[in-house]
């Protein structure tokens, strides 16, 4: 009998671990008719515009469109920052924007949005002087928040 209800607990356990998992999802929309979609993390390629799909947080990760200008990180073209997570605290959920801090410069209009929660909430930055972009710093009233679990996001090149 003991063996069964420490089955029947474990068991339990890993289907109340798998009900709370997190995961996101980040799509791309190459519209440009060029270019190679680039989802990179902590220095490695984890996408060339095929779905990125993860089982956990997402955090600290760039996108952009390589045209064969944009350095590794970006550098001369319009990133996509993100960071996908579930909330443990009011504003402690995702986030994600648009950088042309230098050295990043504005390169093919780019745009994201979240979907699967707050739906239709993002930004788009079409061209060089948009105001929705970091521009500097502290510019951090650009940054979009989703405080939704298991959040996924669109980004868009040339929309």
């Known amino acids: 009998m003991l063996s069964f209800l420490k089955a ?12 709370n998992a997190e995961k996101h999802t980040v799509h791309f929309e190459n519209k440009c008719g060029r270019g190679t979609p680039m989802l990179i993390q902590a220095g490695k ?5 095929e779905d990125f799909t993860i089982n956990g947080r997402f955090e600290a990760a760039i996108a952009y469109l390589q045209t064969g200008s944009c350095g590794f990180n970006g550098d001369g073209c319009t990133i996509v920052e993100t ?5 443990t605290a009011p504003g402690s959920g995702s ?17 994201f949005s ?30 979009v928040a989703c405080q939704k679990n298991d959040v996924n996001l669109k980004i868009t090149f040339c929309e």
């Open 95 to 111: 986030s994600s924007d648009i950088s042309l801090i230098p050295p990043l410069k504005f390169s093919v209009p780019s745009g």
């Open 8 to 19: 029947f607990s474990l068991a339990s356990l890993v289907l109340i671990a798998s009900v």
């Open 83 to 87: 960071t996908l997570v579930n909330p």
């Open 114 to 143: 979240y979907f699967n929660g707050c739906d239709g909430q993002g930004a788009d930055c079409k061209d060089a002087n948009c105001p929705t972009a970091f521009r500097k710093p502290d510019d951090t009233h650009v940054q």
């Open 45 to 49: 390629v984890l996408s060339k515009g």
